[in-house]
């Protein structure tokens, strides 16, 4: 007895644990329900794609599959790598693709991610390890459709309603790491699982602690109780000495996301395209990235990022002109005697938002608009604010792939339940150019019409973009073979040695 209780003590003391910080509670550990960021990033341990982009977010390669091709425009072959294993030990399978294919497109879910499969006529079995996918018409997206999360057949084929399904909390997967615990508010576990088709990770366990206040993640992650933890450039340039460099190593890079303030298009108020004007020529995003981010950040110009095919450099960042945007307003009916107002919302998982919400409130009062502020706990103001829209204007942001989808975000199809499409935009010029654009193969087409509608949108003000900010993390010493890449860090985190 003896012997087997020091075997497991010896087990214990040689385990290692990757500590690591979520700001909210996950609403559904699913990938094709997964639309919060805390669901997102902890389900990227959990499953997997048939594809992904390669550290260098140049290539497409294969994931869960082993081979894939276009047998024709409109016909894609995966081939399925032979050693997939579900997190319960039955066999991954062709079954599983088309079952989620099936999922996603059934009226039953409410899933932003199903209008990646709207040109998909049909998903079929050829072999237990071969799938074949028929498009209606080529599909600029077709194989970045397939880095979705696949799910078990073998589990779900008779769930009825998989929107509060039990399996939202207790997910089986084929990823590097298994569910071990959840405890809401307190900790998400994860487990490395033995038989991960890429060997298994040589970190043993990864715990998510679930920390709502951002002061309290920065303490922690000063203290080391954190392995990896994000820094604001506030705390980077001010808050920070000489012992925290001797124990953690510094990346930064530009994110690929933006933060934009939304404006409700549903409301009369933000009907008039000179009201939007005007609030855009009112603010000054310069100061916003000086004050907040002592200029670890670039100024937002619009949609899609630099660096990518849709962006158009000829669209200039809107300059302050608080004269001009007084004028707007008056031809718009407003003025001292009947001041425009509206609410900023956001959530304070994010230290920076608050304080930029702030900022906007100041500018925007020289020009004679009464802001007010709402900021609430995350999940809160997803549930009481995003889902149900029921906001004046919303202050948050977007991550993107490499090759942008603007059905998702700027298609009036997408304003719907469920849908990216959150502020209700609908322009049926930009209907017709998303339309146009998703058939289109030829790289340069693409591109001009991407650059379009990039201008269009600018143009209607739907959004204020705002900033693109410096993603700049903090990783302890004690974790080895992190390999920084223009897909991030986490690339081969199976990898990390602690």
């Given at each position: ?36 960021s805390s669901s997102s990033e902890i389900t990227g341990f959990l499953f997997n794609g048939l594809v992904k982009y390669d550290k260098d977010l140049s290539t497409i390669i294969g ?95 008779d769930e009825q309603n998989l929107m509060n399904s039990s399996f939202n909390t207790n997910p089986v997967g084929t990823g590097a790491y298994k569910l071990h615990q959840l405890e ?170 608050p304080y930029a919400a702030q900022i906007l409130q100041h500018q925007l009062k020289k020009a004679g608009v009464i802001v007010t502020l709402r900021v609430m706990e995350w999940q ?119």
């Amino acid at each position: 007895m003896r012997h087997i209780f020091f075997l497991f003590l010896s087990i214990n003391l040689f385990s290692s644990t990757l500590h690591l910080a979520t700001s909210a509670n996950p609403s559904r550990l699913n990938p094709i329900l997964a639309t919060d960021s805390s669901s997102s990033e902890i389900t990227g341990f959990l499953f997997n794609g048939l594809v992904k982009y390669d550290k260098d977010l140049s290539t497409i390669i294969g994931d869960l599959a082993e081979e894939f091709y276009f047998e024709d425009d409109t016909t894609l072959l995966f081939k399925i790598k032979k050693n997939v294993k579900w997190h319960d030990g039955k066999p991954f399978s062709a079954k599983d693709v088309v079952f989620t294919y099936e999922v996603l497109i059934s009226s039953k879910i409410s899933s932003p991610y199903s209008a990646n499969f709207r040109f998909v006529k049909s998903v079929e079995v050829v072999d237990e390890r071969t799938v074949r996918v028929k498009y209606k018409e080529p599909y600029f997206k077709a194989l970045e459709t397939w880095m979705m999360g696949i799910l078990p057949h073998h589990i779900l084929k008779d769930e009825q309603n998989l929107m509060n399904s039990s399996f939202n909390t207790n997910p089986v997967g084929t990823g590097a790491y298994k569910l071990h615990q959840l405890e809401h508010s307190k900790n998400i576990i994860l487990s490395a699982y033995d038989d991960y088709f890429e060997g298994r990770a040589k970190i043993d366990t990864i715990s998510f602690h679930v920390i709502a206040d951002p002061m309290t993640r920065f303490l922690m992650l000063k203290s080391s109780a954190l392995d990896v933890g994000s820094i604001e450039p506030m705390q980077y340039e001010r808050q920070l000495d000489e012992g925290f460099f001797k124990k953690f190593n510094i990346y930064e890079n530009i994110s690929q996301s933006y933060t934009y303030l939304g404006f409700n298009l549903r409301l009369d108020k933000f009907k008039n395209p000179k009201v939007r004007e005007a609030l855009s020529l009112a603010i000054d995003r310069e100061e916003l990235v000086k004050i907040l981010f002592f200029n670890h950040a670039k100024v937002c110009s619009g949609p899609f990022l630099p660096g990518t095919k849709a962006f158009n450099k000829d669209v200039k960042v809107p300059q302050q002109n608080i004269q001009k945007a007084k004028e707007l307003l008056k031809e718009a009916g407003y003025d001292e005697n009947n001041p425009f107002t509206f609410e900023i919302a956001t959530s304070n998982s994010s230290e920076i938002r608050p304080y930029a919400a702030q900022i906007l409130q100041h500018q925007l009062k020289k020009a004679g608009v009464i802001v007010t502020l709402r900021v609430m706990e995350w999940q809160a103001f997803l549930n009481m604010s995003v889902f149900p829209r029921k906001f004046d204007s919303v202050l948050l942001g977007w991550g993107l792939s490499p090759t942008p989808d603007p059905y998702m975000f700027w298609h009036s199809q997408s304003d719907k339940k469920g849908g990216f499409n959150l502020v209700g935009y609908h322009n049926p010029q930009m209907d017709k150019m998303i339309e146009e654009s998703q058939s289109m193969v030829d790289g340069e087409k693409l591109s001009n019409i991407w650059r379009e509608m990039f201008k269009i949108i600018t143009d209607d003000n739907p959004y204020l973009f705002l900033y693109i900010p410096n993603s700049i993390t903090a990783i302890s010493k004690e974790i080895k073979n992190v390999e920084p890449s223009p897909a991030g860090i986490w690339h081969n985190y199976i990898e990390w040695e602690k």
